[in-house]
C-alpha cells in the first residue's frame, strides 16, 4: 500500500504529532504547519487534514489530493458552505463533548438555582442568611438536538430528577429522554420547560429558530442555554424577551458574531451569562485517538465515523 | 385503640398540620405549639412530637408521655448529650436529602472547575477570553459518610465520571462507591483524592477528624467539601492548610458555631466558599410524607424507620 500524508493545521499541532508518532501508524507520513505560509507550501501534499475548520478552509481550493478531512471540533458549519468543496470525507469529533458540555450546563443551572453568586456576595458583607429555593427534581428540561451530545445532557438531567424532553428533526425516541418529538411541537413543548437547552448546529433550520413569537410560549420563569450554534437565537429578540420578563435567564456560549463584539448590548443584561465559546473543549488526547481508529478504518476502506452529510449539515 | 396525640413544634407546622390532617390518620389527635407559652402547656399531652431538636431539647424533661420524637431535620446531635433523656424512639428523617446536597456539591465543584465568579467578572469588562480547565472524568473524589447521602452523592459523581472512594466506620461495600474503607485508612485515601466530601454527623468519633496533621496528606489541589457537621474540621487547622496551600479550596455549609460568628477569620478567606448551612432543606411535604409512613408502622408496632441509636449517635 501506499503512504498517505497527513497534515496538522491547528493550534495544538505539536500535540498531536507526539501523540500520532507513538501510535505508530502504519503507511502514515506526518506534516505539520504551524502557520500560514507553512500550511500554503504543504497542503498539495496532503490526502488527510487533520484541521479546525476555519483554519483549513481558505486552503481547501489548493488541497489537490485530499480525501479525507478530519475536523478536530464539532461544529464543522463553515465548510457546509455551498460554494465550498464536497468531494472529499468530512468527519466532526463525536462523543467526547457530552461530558463537558453537560458539566457546563449543570454547573450554570446549579449555581443559579441555588444563587451562588448572592452567597459570595453575602460571605464578602460577612452575612449569614438563608434564602429559599427550590432543587431540579420534578422540573421539565427541554433539550433540541438528540444526538450524543444532547443524550448526554438528557442523562444527567434524569439522574438530577428531572423530567427530559426532547426536540430532533426526526422525533426518535433517544435514550435519557422521555418523550422525543419533531420541531414543529417546539411552542406546546416550551410552555412545559422549565430548562431549555439548544445543542443544534448551525444549518438552514435552525436558523432563528428563537425569535419573539418563539418566546412568546416560554415559561416567565423558564433558562435557556445555547451550547450549540449562535445563529439558533435572534439577538435582538433574545434581549427584549428577557427585559420584559418573557423569559428568566439565558446563558449563552454561543453567539451569531464571535467573538461576541464589544459594543454588543448583550454583555449588560443582567439575567444573561456569556461564556467565550468554551463549554466543551476538544481535549488532543480524545481527538487524537478518535483519529487512530478512523485512520485504521480508513486505510481498510470502511465507513468512518462522525461523518457529515453536506446536505443535512451534521 | 386509644388516641395518641401529636404535638407539632416546628417553623412549618401549619403546613404540617393541614398535610396530616388531609392523611386522616387512624387515632391521631395533632396540636400545634408556634410558641414557647404554648408548647409549656401542651408538651405534658404529647405521646408523639415531630420536632427541631433544638426547639425540642428544653421541652422534653417535661414530655411526660412521650413516647416517639420525630425530627424534621436529619441533624440530631444536640439531643443525643447523654445528659438527655433516651427513654423514647428518636428518629430522624432520612433519604430526602442526598439529591438536593448532591446538587449543592456539583453546583459548587462544576462552577469551581469552570471558574464561573471569573467569567462573571470579566462579562463585567465585555472581555472574551477563555482559560484552560479540565473536566471531572478519571477525578477522585472521597465521600466520608456513605450512608443515604453519601450514596446519592457518589452516584453523582460517577455519572461524571468519577472514581468514588468512600470512608466509613464499617468499610462496607456501598452502591455507587468504587471502594469503601475504614476510618484508620484516611491518610492514605487522602492522597489520592482530588475532590474530599464530609457528610459525617456530629459524633465522639467524628470530632476534629480533620487536624492540621491530617491536611498534610492531602493532595495540595484538594478541594474539601463539609456538609455534614462543623466539628469534623479543626478550622483554626483549616484556615491554616487553606494559607499555607496545603489544600487548594473548602466550601463548608456547616461550622463549630453556627451561625458562624461575625469576627471570624474564615468569611475573609479567598479560597473559602461560606454557605450559611442550608445545603439541604427539609421540604414539609417530603418530612410529612416519612411522619405518615412511620406513624402507620408506630400503631402496628413495628419498628420505625430512621430510628437513632443513642449510642452510635445515628
Known amino acids: 500500500m501506499s503512504q498517505r500524508t497527513l497534515l496538522l493545521l491547528s493550534q495544538d499541532n505539536a500535540h498531536y504529532e507526539r501523540l500520532l ?171 412545559q420547560a422549565d430548562v431549555i437547552v439548544s445543542v443544534l448546529p448551525a444549518t438552514r433550520e435552525t436558523h432563528h429558530l428563537f425569535t419573539a413569537s418563539r418566546f412568546e410560549h416560554c415559561k416567565p420563569g423558564a433558562i435557556l442555554f445555547n451550547v450549540g450554534r449562535g445563529n439558533a437565537i435572534n439577538e435582538g429578540d433574545l434581549l427584549t424577551a428577557l427585559r420584559t420578563g418573557k423569559l428568566g435567564m439565558a446563558v449563552l456560549d454561543v453567539f451569531e458574531q464571535e467573538p461576541l463584539p464589544a459594543d454588543s448590548p448583550l454583555w449588560g443584561q443582567p439575567n444573561l451569562i456569556i461564556t467565550p465559546h468554551n463549554s466543551a473543549y476538544s481535549f488532543p488526547d480524545d481527538v487524537a485517538q478518535i483519529f487512530v481508529r478512523n485512520y485504521i478504518r480508513f486505510i481498510d476502506g470502511q465507513p468512518l465515523d462522525g461523518k457529515i452529510d453536506f446536505d443535512k449539515g451534521y
Not at 457546563?104 to 438555582?113: A, E, Q
Not at 444526538?147 to 442523562?155: K, M, N, R, W
Not at 433517544?174 to 406546546?188: E, I, S
Open 21 to 191: 508518532k507513538a501510535a505508530h501508524l502504519p503507511h502514515l507520513r506526518i506534516l505539520r504547519a504551524d502557520n500560514q505560509s507553512d500550511a500554503e507550501k504543504l497542503i498539495g501534499e496532503a490526502h488527510i487534514l487533520m484541521a479546525e475548520p476555519a483554519r483549513a478552509k481558505p486552503l481547501l481550493a489548493k488541497a489537490n489530493k485530499l480525501s479525507w478531512f478530519q475536523s478536530t471540533y464539532a461544529g464543522v458549519d463553515v465548510l457546509l458552505d455551498t460554494r465550498c468543496r464536497r468531494d472529499y470525507q468530512l468527519t466532526n469529533v463525536r462523543g467526547i463533548f457530552g461530558p463537558l458540555m453537560s458539566e457546563y450546563v449543570f454547573g450554570h443551572l446549579l449555581s443559579l438555582m441555588r444563587q451562588l453568586p448572592l452567597y459570595r456576595e453575602q460571605q464578602k458583607q460577612r452575612l449569614w442568611q438563608s434564602h429559599p429555593y427550590q432543587g431540579l427534581k420534578g422540573r421539565t428540561l427541554l433539550i433540541l438536538g438528540t444526538g450524543s451530545i444532547g443524550q448526554h445532557i438528557a442523562h444527567t438531567g434524569k439522574h438530577f430528577g428531572m423530567k427530559v424532553l426532547g426536540v430532533s428533526r426526526s422525533g426518535r425516541e433517544r435514550a435519557g429522554f422521555d418523550q422525543v418529538y419533531q420541531l414543529p411541537a417546539l411552542n406546546k413543548m416550551l410552555t
